[in-house]
């Protein structure tokens, strides 16, 4: 039995939280007909976006890049509990600030950041794809909870997972916030509190759900791999994954080329990744040839700010329950 889940209208509006009776783990999705579909659901700052990169240069693949994310982020313009004036207000600031970098940036696949709904992208995922051996669709778990129902129904595709030691992630994750903070807002700024876009505290919990959901539908634990093993033995790490997924592994695949140019080709939201590939959160992913090694281990809790640190203790629990089924090294 593979981890490749075919969700129906009534698999994917019931989820089920109990334990699986599978005695294995990490098997390949079986042969078919058309391009193999492989989601990568992530939590932010898990090294996904230095992956995706990496799996841009699988011969004849499709990436789709963070879809529902931004089906996620065109919801809560609707959401009876947002200001949809003042979010109106910023996403136009916002392009008006990145007009003469957008002028200068060609298009290449993506889409204007509207088109993004949660089922226009189960459309799109269930639609054809002629002259491709590999759908490769990187997205973040949380995005899709509440809308299972929003996932491919007519499409086989293999789910696996990338998870980080939380302690880095959140680290990693409030740096990443503060560069869109001003000077005087730093001090006090708190991932809890401040964040009205994520759910920092659940964003493992969410994943988890998801992970969960997958072993229910398929009697497998899916593939997991942990971002910061991945980036310190990626010649170790990445042939168990390509062997996973079904897809032959080269030597080549643990480099390539540092030029951004790549991200053309993704199909994802235009304005978004524009975006971010400017204001820091994909920039180093995005002009990385390999992966890189982490420079420190995970910092005791103790010496963490209050914020992290509550954050971390929530996720911890969801993060060693996926972490003792990943590939290992």
């Avoid at 391009?35 to 932010?44: K, T």
């Avoid at 696996?160 to 000077?183: C, H, Q, W």
């Avoid at 993704?266 to 390999?290: F, L, R």
Wanted: aromatic share 14%.
């Amino acid at each position: 039995m593979s981890s490749d889940v075919q969700l129906t209208p009534h698999t994917a509006g019931n989820l089920v939280d109990t334990r699986s009776t599978a005695q294995d783990h990490h098997l390949p999705g079986a042969g078919r007909d058309g391009p193999r579909r492989v989601f990568l659901w992530s939590i932010p700052r898990s090294r996904s976006t230095v992956f995706v990169k990496c799996m841009s240069f699988v011969e004849n693949v499709q990436v789709w890049y963070e879809p529902y994310l931004y089906s996620y982020h065109n919801e809560l313009l609707t959401h009876p509990d947002s200001d949809r004036e003042q979010m109106e207000r910023e996403a136009r600031e916002g392009l008006e600030r990145m007009r003469p970098i957008l002028e200068q940036t060609p298009r290449g696949r993506g889409y204007h950041w509207r088109q993004f709904r949660y089922d226009w992208v189960k459309s799109q995922l269930e639609a054809d794809e002629y002259g491709k051996d590999l759908i490769f669709v990187k997205d973040s778990a949380f995005a899709i909870d509440g809308h299972y129902r929003s996932l491919p129904s007519n499409k086989a595709f293999q789910y696996t997972f990338i998870i980080r030691d939380p302690r880095n992630m959140f680290l990693s994750y409030k740096n990443a916030f503060m560069n869109e903070v001003g000077e005087l807002e730093r001090e006090t700024f708190n991932i809890v509190n401040d964040v009205d876009v994520y759910p920092s505290d659940e964003l493992y919990k969410k994943s988890y759900k998801l992970w969960k959901f997958v072993i229910e539908q398929t009697g497998r634990f899916p593939v997991v791999i942990d971002g910061d093993e991945l980036a310190t033995y990626p010649d170790i790490l990445l042939p168990k994954y390509f062997r996973m997924i079904g897809i032959p592994f080269k030597e080549s695949y643990l480099r390539w080329e540092r030029h951004h140019d790549v991200i053309r080709t993704w199909k994802t939201s235009y304005e978004a990744i524009v975006a971010c590939t400017q204001n820091g959160w994909i920039t180093q992913a995005a002009h990385s040839s390999a992966f890189s090694r982490p420079l420190q281990t995970p910092p005791n809790s103790d010496e963490l700010p209050d914020d992290i640190r509550y954050c971390v203790d929530q996720s911890m629990p969801y993060y060693r329950a996926m972490y003792r089924h990943r590939l290992k090294v």
